[in-house]
Structure formats: structure tokens, C-alpha cells
């Protein structure tokens, strides 16, 4: 089991927050303020140049940005050395459904897990939503095809199949 972490500014909607739901759940740990976001954690920001492989699997944890997409600023976190994108992969969640790459916090995190093969974790994280499992159902084939992947190169290259 990998540990999760979000930085929460409360500038989402706090009723719409997957964040939230999963804390309550001690399902993941928040951290209000960006000095306390661990520094050796994987950091899941999609504007990073490396994409989340296999390769990551020694990290020691997973954080989201869990931020409204309108105020996010990856700058503030540029010197955090674990930055990653997750490749194609498109969204379940009833906000952006069908929408590539703007995942929920929670979709971040469930398929950051299942490339890194924790994939029973993954879906504990997505199981509290509605909608979450089918996450797993409409990215099946990616998430396995990335999670066989090599290292970030491999899964840049396999999203082209998807694209
Ligand atoms: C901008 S917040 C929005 C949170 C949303 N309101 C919720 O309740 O889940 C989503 C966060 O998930 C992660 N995330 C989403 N899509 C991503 C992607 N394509 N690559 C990397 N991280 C991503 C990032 O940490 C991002 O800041």
C-alpha cells in the first residue's frame, strides 16, 4: 500500500471534493500548506515532463494537487524533483466525463496506483464514488498497456495508440 497525500487551498468546491470524501475515510492525509507536501513524494502535476511508469514504483508516496483547475500553479511546486503527468487517460467523474487528462484528485491517484501496480488500491480509493469504478472500466486498456510499460519514455509512447 502506497501512502497518499493532497494539498488541499480550499479553493474547490468542498462539496464536490474527492479529496475530502477519501479523508474521511482515513483513506488519504491532507496537508494544508505546500512546505509540508513531502519532497520525495511522487507529485502528480500535469504540466511535469515526465509521465508516471513503472520506473516510479521505489517513491515512497503519491500527493495530488487538490486545487479548482481555475487558481492551480504548478510553479509553486516547480523544485519538488518527483513531478509527473499522467498520460492519456480520460475521465469518469460526472464534471468532465469522456474529458482527456482532467482527472478528479481521485482518478490521479487511483491511476497512479494501478501503473505502479497497486491495483487493488486503486480501486479501494475509486470504490467510495458512484462513478469511480467505471474509471477503471473506460481506461482498462491504457492502464494496462502503461503499467507494462518499461519507464516514462515507453508510456509517452504508448498514449499515442489511444490519442
Ligand atoms: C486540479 S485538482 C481538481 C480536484 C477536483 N476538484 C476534485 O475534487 O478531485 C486535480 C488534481 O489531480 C491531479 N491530476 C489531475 N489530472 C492530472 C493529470 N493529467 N496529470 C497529473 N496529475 C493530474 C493533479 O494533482 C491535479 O492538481
Redesign the pocket.
Known amino acids: 500500500m502506497i501512502p497518499l497525500y493532497a494539498y488541499r487551498d480550499d479553493t474547490?468546491?468542498p462539496r464536490?471534493?474527492?479529496?475530502?470524501k477519501l479523508a474521511r475515510r482515513g483513506l488519504v492525509r491532507i496537508v494544508t500548506s505546500i512546505a509540508k507536501i513531502p519532497r520525495s513524494t511522487l507529485?502528480?502535476?500535469?504540466t511535469?515532463e515526465q509521465a508516471?511508469s513503472p520506473a516510479d514504483r521505489n517513491l515512497p508516496s503519491i500527493?495530488?494537487?487538490?486545487?479548482?483547475?481555475e487558481v492551480?500553479d504548478?510553479g509553486t511546486v516547480a523544485s519538488w524533483r518527483n513531478r509527473?503527468?499522467?498520460p492519456f487517460?480520460v475521465a469518469a467523474?460526472p464534471?468532465n466525463f469522456g474529458r482527456p487528462?482532467?482527472?478528479?484528485?481521485?482518478?490521479?491517484?487511483a491511476a497512479t496506483l494501478y501503473i505502479l501496480g497497486e491495483k487493488e488500491q486503486a480501486h479501494d480509493v475509486l470504490a467510495p464514488f458512484g462513478w469511480g469504478l467505471r474509471f477503471l472500466e473506460v481506461n482498462a486498456d491504457p492502464l494496462d498497456d502503461y503499467a507494462q510499460a518499461k519507464d516514462s519514455a515507453e508510456v509517452v509512447a504508448l498514449q499515442a495508440l489511444y490519442m
Open positions: 474547490c468546491d464536490k471534493c474527492t479529496v475530502k507529485l502528480l502535476d500535469p511535469a508516471v500527493t495530488a494537487l487538490d486545487c479548482s483547475w492551480l504548478t509527473r503527468a499522467l487517460l467523474n464534471v487528462f482532467r482527472l478528479t484528485s481521485v482518478e490521479a491517484m
